[in-house]
């Protein structure tokens, strides 16, 4: 979507509004939907099937979609609605990447029956074979400066072993595909988004950085308060955000203009 203006909102339902992009136009979707009625958006729902389609049809061949999700518990069951979601992204033609969880700092809902819930899922869906991976390397090794131990080998498809040269071990490895970090909440603490479910900044932003490339275009189906939108503009990103709510996209508008651009986030 050459020539046009970003960022780009589009006020409606997102499997209406999704319909004005071009095929295998966007490089990374990254999206928190509204999932299992845990949160009241004004009344609105979601259609998953027909915007999932939308979905698959505007990603581009090597892009990704980070799909942040979770399942409520009712009649003390889980749902399980993100596992569903995700196979039906699968019978589409996505690939499941990886499965990811955001661990939270916190609770919001102490359990007198089971262990305190602190985590999402994110599934890592991909169109083919990701076309960019930028991998954080922010985990600190405990044995930075030691050689690797022992004799390194690979097992190769014939069962025989192919030995390794010994390395010494780096100050910093890549990150595990577990992301532990404050929520929206904490992360504002006494600021006030007039948002009832907003992901906090720093898993938007990691995330863009690991699967897009600056002056990408990224889309956020349901950009609510609009974290992805100033996200990207920290990073140097193209971003469109559909939402149903026009006050949630006036909000958005307005964070990502006060947002300030800083060098060496990274």
């Given amino acids: 979507m050459s020539g046009l203006k970003y960022p780009m909102f589009l006020l409606g339902d997102s499997k209406d509004t999704l319909k004005s992009i071009f095929d295998s136009s966007i490089d990374l979707i990254l999206t928190s939907p509204p999932y299992d009625n845990l949160r009241d958006y004004k009344g609105f729902d ?29 009649d003390g ?37 089971r262990y ?20 954080l390397m922010d985990r600190k090794n405990v044995y930075a400066g030691y050689t690797t131990l022992g004799e390194n080998t690979t097992r190769k498809r014939d069962g025989n072993f192919t030995k390794q040269k010994k390395r010494v071990i780096e100050e910093f490895g890549m ?3 577990i992301w532990k970090g404050n929520t929206s909440g904490q992360e504002n ?26 002056n990408d275009l990224v889309l956020d189906p349901f950009c609510g308060s609009g974290t992805t939108g100033v996200a990207c503009k920290e990073l140097n990103r193209n971003f469109i ?26």
């Fill in 46 to 74: 979601f259609s998953f099937e027909e915007i999932a389609k939308e979905l698959f049809r505007v990603l581009k061949m090597g892009g990704v979609m980070v799909w942040i999700v979770g399942d409520s518990t009712i």
């Fill in 77 to 113: 069951s889980e749902s399980l609605n993100s596992f569903k979601q995700a196979l039906y992204f699968k019978e589409l033609g996505f690939k499941i990447h990886d499965t990811m969880i955001y661990q939270k700092n916190n609770f919001s809902n102490p359990s007198k029956t």
């Fill in 116 to 135: 305190h819930q602190i985590f999402e899922y994110m599934f890592i869906l991909s169109k083919g074979r990701p076309k960019t991976f930028n991998p």
């Fill in 175 to 177: 990150r595990y595909n």
């Fill in 189 to 214: 603490m006494c600021k006030s988004i007039k948002h009832p479910a907003t992901f906090p900044l720093w898993l938007a932003r990691d995330h863009i950085y690991s699967w897009s490339n600056e």
């Fill in 241 to 266: 955000g559909c939402d149903i709510e026009s006050s949630y996209i006036e909000l958005a508008q307005e964070r990502i203009k006060n947002t300030r651009v800083e060098n060496g986030l990274f």
